[in-house]
């Protein structure tokens, strides 16, 4: 008899934890960071309230990013290293996180990713949105001071020569969206349900929607930025985009774009139009994404046979609109509406 009160009993219990998983709203916030425009979708699950100071944690850290490693801002961490001609800089313990991975990424893809490109970036006008075409002469000087290498960390102090400047551009959003989506794991261990969405193309998935399914994200077709040509299904993974079409000017008919070419110091032109790469670090996600648009498809698919450590996987669209997605993708992958007649090329 005793036993079956108690099933009913947790029958009703189960049932009211069903109907409140049903109406599980979410919390939602918009905020302007780093550059970009950002929107979170958090589901708590049954605390509003302390979902909503997890809101406002997120919205608080990413304003402490900004002033850390925005190097555009004459009072951060990074601004500080830049005017430091030579001496140390003793640097916070994020930024010194940040700085230590970043240059892990640059050491790894070879220098496609240059923390130390940032005189370049300068000259280009792409950080005050004053553009112009510096000559080759400028550039040939310009290439010659990009050297991650150059670049001295040991704890949190750094030492950078005089000349070489960094900018955390490429991969700060990433590493950003890493540190958020970890506090929400942790303050939901178990029903964790997120998506940050950090803007320009940066997106971490916290756990699944609720209920289960994968958020399922679109890639921004980059011959047409306002649709996508492609759906991702994301479960606690993270996607990052990098293209041409993201940031960029044009004169004298020729298109110039954000994402420089360390060896040149000019736009790189590897054939790519946008790589998207998706990995359990957003910081991964954004790094890689701009190495590989360096590489170039050859050189970038070759560089995802060799480095399964970093687990990742990678969907490339060339300048002539072809499509190519790595295997790991396979399950996860599908062309959008008005796309599903576009070949996909596999990469094995
Ligand atoms: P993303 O949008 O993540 O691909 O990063 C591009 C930004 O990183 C640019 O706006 C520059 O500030 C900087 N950047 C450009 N080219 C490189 C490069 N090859 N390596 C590292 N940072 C770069
Ligand atoms: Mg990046």
Not at 262 to 287: E, N, Q
Not at 303 to 329: K, M, S
């Amino acid at each position: 008899m005793k036993k079956r009160i108690l099933c009913a009993l947790l029958a009703v219990v189960l049932c009211a934890c069903a109907l409140a998983g049903c109406s599980r709203e979410p919390v939602e916030s918009t905020t302007f960071a780093m550059d970009t425009v950002m929107n979170f979708t958090l589901y708590g699950g049954w605390d509003r309230e302390k979902t909503k100071e997890t809101r406002d944690w997120m919205t608080s850290r990413l304003a402490y990013c900004d002033e850390m490693f925005s190097a555009t801002d004459e009072n951060s961490d990074i601004a500080q290293v830049n005017r430091a001609a030579g001496q140390p800089v003793e640097l916070k313990n994020p930024t010194a996180e940040l700085l230590s991975q970043a240059l892990e990424l640059c050491r790894v893809t070879d220098g496609a990713l240059d923390i130390t490109a940032y005189p370049a970036v300068k000259a280009w006008g792409f950080t005050q949105e004053e553009h112009r075409v510096p000559s080759e002469e400028e550039l040939a000087e310009l290439a010659a001071r990009i050297d991650y290498s150059a670049v001295k960390l040991d704890g949190n102090t750094i030492t950078l020569p005089e000349g070489v400047e960094i900018d955390l551009g490429a991969v700060a959003k990433g590493f950003a969206g890493d540190w958020l989506a970890q506090q929400v794991r942790n303050i939901y261990p178990g029903e964790d349900s997120a998506l940050l969405d950090l803007g320009q193309s940066t997106i971490v998935a916290v756990g699944s929607k609720p209920g289960g399914k994968p958020w399922r994200i679109g890639v921004v077709d980059p011959a047409q930025p306002e649709s996508y040509f492609a759906v991702v299904e994301l479960v606690d993974m993270a996607m990052g985009t990098s293209g041409g079409y993201q940031r960029y000017f044009e004169q004298d008919g020729i298109t110039y774009w954000h994402i420089l070419d360390p060896d040149t110091a000019a736009p790189a032109r590897s054939g790519l139009a946008s790589v998207t790469v998706v990995a359990p670090s957003a910081l991964t996600c954004d790094g890689l994404s701009t190495a590989l648009f360096v590489m170039g498809l050859e050189e970038g698919a070759a560089f995802w046979r060799n480095h399964p450590e970093l687990e990742f996987d990678v969907i490339f669209v060339t300048e002539d609109g072809e499509i190519y997605r790595t295997a790991g993708l396979e399950g996860r992958f599908s062309l959008a509406e008005g796309y599903t007649d576009r070949e996909v090329t596999l990469l094995e």
